[in-house]
């Protein structure tokens, strides 16, 4: 019956019928339902708390938390890639139905729960190992975003940010993005230049940008100013650490193009102390690729190059006749 036939079948009933039928279907319910009841009668108190509690997932979130753990334990010591004792080879073969399973009970928390913070931290620990999984051999693929979500990681990273930031900007969870996305690599369809340039326009559409570049700066002082980088023997900690030399300045000069820092953006990058891209034409290169369709800027800062005694490459050469007509 629909509440509308039902309303209209109640105001036939007296008082006391209606009573009678309450107690009858109060008698009907659970202790739990009762409890909802009891509220409502003896003080009224708003239906809308129990819509609440029925929207609240009921997940064991320890629970989850421990079982996220032991995965991304056992996937950074290789446990579900090579033949072991711990992760069973079934296991090993259904690895990314776990790992989805993971996000979705993650992502599946409303950000006014209270388990929300927590989820935000875990989803950020499994965006993590799928990087590292570009990376090193972790899982039995090398295409770890498509085989858990069936997209690339630069299709599932708006998804990302989008959960991450239900509740507004978190400088912790700004800085921890970033540096995922600047120590690792992102899978064969995606550039970590683009996943950071999605990062900063969610940055800018909340107003952050100048605390997004503190944060930038203080990394660059540990990675880039007094990081040590490598060209001889390759290890996941040498990798790593060119990484976040070669990508936290390219970080700070998006941000710095979203302040309209032009001018300082380039002084930054020119000075940094980087891992690649060493020479001063390679990283106007990178300044001038940065600026994308801003044809003004990309002039001005090609100018300065020219000042500074830099010999642009031959297609930047043709680039800029075009737009100046020289």
């Known amino acids: 019956m629909k509440k509308s ?91 990314r139905f776990e790992a989805k399973g993971y996000f979705k009970s993650l992502m599946d928390i409303p950000s006014n729960s209270k388990h929300y913070d927590d989820s935000v931290t875990y989803v950020m620990k499994m965006y993590g190992i799928l990087c590292r999984a570009n990376v090193v051999y972790t899982f039995r693929s090398d295409d770890p975003f498509r085989a858990v979500f069936n997209k690339t990681e630069g299709e599932f990273f708006p998804e990302l940010l989008s959960y991450v930031t239900l509740n507004g900007y978190n400088t912790d969870v700004a800085r921890e993005l970033f540096l995922i996305i600047c120590k690792l690599e992102p899978d064969r369809e995606t550039s970590s230049t683009r996943l950071l340039e999605m990062l900063v326009q969610k940055i ?73 891209n060493t020479q001063k034409e390679e990283r106007l290169y990178v300044l001038l690729e940065f600026l994308g369709d801003n044809e003004k800027e990309w002039v001005r800062i090609y100018e300065r190059g020219i000042a500074d005694a830099i010999v642009p490459r031959n297609n930047l050469q043709q680039k800029y006749k075009s737009l100046t007509n020289a």
Do not use: C
Request: proline share 3%.
């Open 5 to 95: 036939e039902l309303r209209a079948e109640l105001k036939k009933l007296d008082k006391n019928e209606l009573t009678k039928l309450f107690i009858a279907a109060y008698d009907e319910l659970t202790p739990k339902k009762k409890d909802v009841v009891d509220g409502l009668v003896l003080g009224g108190e708003a239906i809308e708390a129990e819509e609440t509690v029925k929207k609240e997932p009921e997940i064991d979130m320890d629970g989850l938390m421990e079982d996220i753990d032991a995965f991304v334990e056992h996937a950074e010591d290789g446990l579900y890639y090579s033949p072991n004792r711990t992760v069973s080879k079934e296991k090993r073969s259904k690895w």
């Open 204 to 276: 800018t559409e909340f107003g952050k940008e100048e605390d997004a570049l503190k944060i930038a700066m203080e990394e660059y002082k540990i990675h880039g100013e007094n990081g040590t980088f490598s060209s001889g023997f390759i290890t996941e900690q040498t990798i790593m650490s060119n990484n976040l030399g070669n990508k936290i300045p390219r970080f700070i000069v998006l941000l710095l193009y979203a302040l309209e820092r032009y001018e300082e953006a380039y002084d930054f990058y020119m000075k940094a102390k980087l891992p690649y």
